[in-house]
Each structure stands twice: as C-alpha cells, then as structure tokens.
C-alpha cells in the first residue's frame, strides 16, 4: 500500500503551477507519477506480501511488470519533454541542478533497464547466460534505478518551488515516502534474489 499513499500523498502537494510568459504551465505530474505509483507497483507486483496480483500465475505478474514499466518510462519522457519545453519558453538553462541531472540519468537509466528487461522475455538472445543470472542482475539493477529515481525525486523536494510551496510537516511526510518505500523494494529484492543466492553457497 505505500506505493498507493505516496502517489496521494505527492499530487495533494503538486497543484500549483509554473508559468511562462505569463501563461499557467502544468507542473509535469506524470514524471512524478512514474516513481510515485507506476514503477513501485510494478515492482510490488512480485511482493509475497502486497502484490495486487498475489493469485495470479508468474507469468501473468511478468507481463503485468512489463506493461507497468512501459508506462512509466513513457511517463518519464512525457514529463522529461514537458518541463524542458517549459524550461526553453523561459529561456533557463537545462540540467543545471543536481535534481535536473540525476532526473536525466534516470530517465536514460530506466530506457536502457526496458531494454535489458527484453532479454528476460527472450532469454534465449543471450546463450552464454543461464535465466536465473539474467533475472538477478536484472533485479539487482532495477533496484539502482529506483533508488535513483527516488534519489532524483527527494532532490526535486529540496528545491525553491516544492518548499516555497509545500512547508512545515507536510514536506517531512512528502520526503519520507520515496524514502519508505526505497526500503519496501530494497528488502523484497534482498530477500528475493541476494539472500537467496547467498544462501545457496
């Protein structure tokens, strides 16, 4: 459920709005939307404990984590188009902020993370590598970049706008919900995949 609380949690406090030349320009939701909701729940999909698809065969969770994944990463790029096309009607700089970087890396971190993901698909283009490595280094890297998701997002907080416009507790429970659930994901990957693997040694 943290996933669900994050995403309500993060729209509440996202109303306002830019502007350029005096015209109101939505705050890109949809990029927040993607570390928000998205991305968690796709990899929630797998959790024992809080899949909405607990029921459900491994290879319909798959497909479903698949699907997610496009989503989000098609949310990313949406977001990324808009707030450069904002950033360019004002005639600011691009990716001049440590939040602006690591939000570009991660954009590129996760098309490149779908594409690896293929191979799970069609594991049989990558004959040197047996499907269990393939699944663990791509657990293990999705996990990277989530947290650099969740790294970008909490910088995107600390900025003049989010704290001029969110203030006092609110932003402590606004912070404290990518912080949480990087620790949901980092413990069902650990228990899933690192621990498991450790304890076949």
Known sequence: ??????????????????????????IPLPSVSQFSFLMTEALLIFSPETSLLRSFSRKVKVRAHWALQLLALLCALLGLGIITYNKHLNGKAHFV???????????LYASGQCAGGVLLLYPKLMKNWTLAKLKLYHATSGLVGYLLGCASLMLGMCSLWFTASVTSVSWYLAMLCPLLTSLVIMNQVSNAYLYRKRSQH
Request: hydrophobic fraction near 40%; proline fraction near 5%.
């Open 1 to 26: 459920m943290g996933s669900r609380a994050q995403a309500l949690a993060l729209a509440s406090h996202t109303k306002p709005r830019l502007k350029s030349r005096g015209r109101p320009v939505a």
């Open 97 to 107: 902020t440590w939040h602006g970087l690591t939000g570009l890396l991660t954009v």
